[in-house]
């Protein structure tokens, strides 16, 4: 089969599921995660995976599951690119779901200290989570831009209810970052005052936890839909 000729078997109006991996054909007809031709809202059926299979959460061993029924051969050689080398860099290195935990975890800290001060009234509690926001929305921007490198290298870019919210919602949490941390620097004791500043400042801190924890849960609907 030419490669050109692989589309036709979209698993669509009866057809078979046909997937290329590495320049072998395989049917995924009767698997049960390619009902429809489409495997996880992600992929569908007629392509070629080499380049998306190092990035799944599973190897290629799936493949074993399933029957191989033929090859395909390119025409001619299809000379590298540079979205096809960042594609296989990010494959080995996954850089967003390396860098996300970082901000998760420092904006949750950082909530927590602030919540230890309000209780205890102890100044070095407020002092850590200050600096632990600083680190959460410096630690934000690689995690960021680095789920803009996947957007654009593993899903074309394709706006989805998924990948507004995570634009919409990443920017909304840099925005609360960067706004809490301008008050806290013009206004060093704002968490001992007793004014709307203090608790603009306080509901900022707390509020940006569940703000990562859904762009958190969209994340986790990409490769679990």
Known sequence: ?????LGQYNGKDGRSAYVL??????DMSGSNKW??????ARHSAGEDLTDFLPLAPHG??????VSQI??????TPVSPNLKGNLRELYGKFHPHPVTVHFPIGLFSFAALMQCMFIISKIGSFENAAFYALVCATLSAFPAAGSGMLSWWLNYEMTMTSIFRNKLILSSL??????SAIMLRLLIPDISAQHDIGS?????????QVPVAMFIAYNGGKILWP
């Open 1 to 5: 089969m030419k490669k050109d000729e």
């Open 21 to 26: 991996y590495k320049g072998k054909i395989y």
């Open 35 to 40: 009902k429809g031709g489409s495997h996880m």
């Open 60 to 65: 290629e061993e799936v493949l074993t599951r």
């Open 70 to 75: 033929g090859s395909v051969e390119e025409d």
């Open 173 to 178: 949490l840099l925005l609360m970052g960067i």
């Open 199 to 207: 608790l603009v400042y306080t509901a900022l801190v707390f509020a």
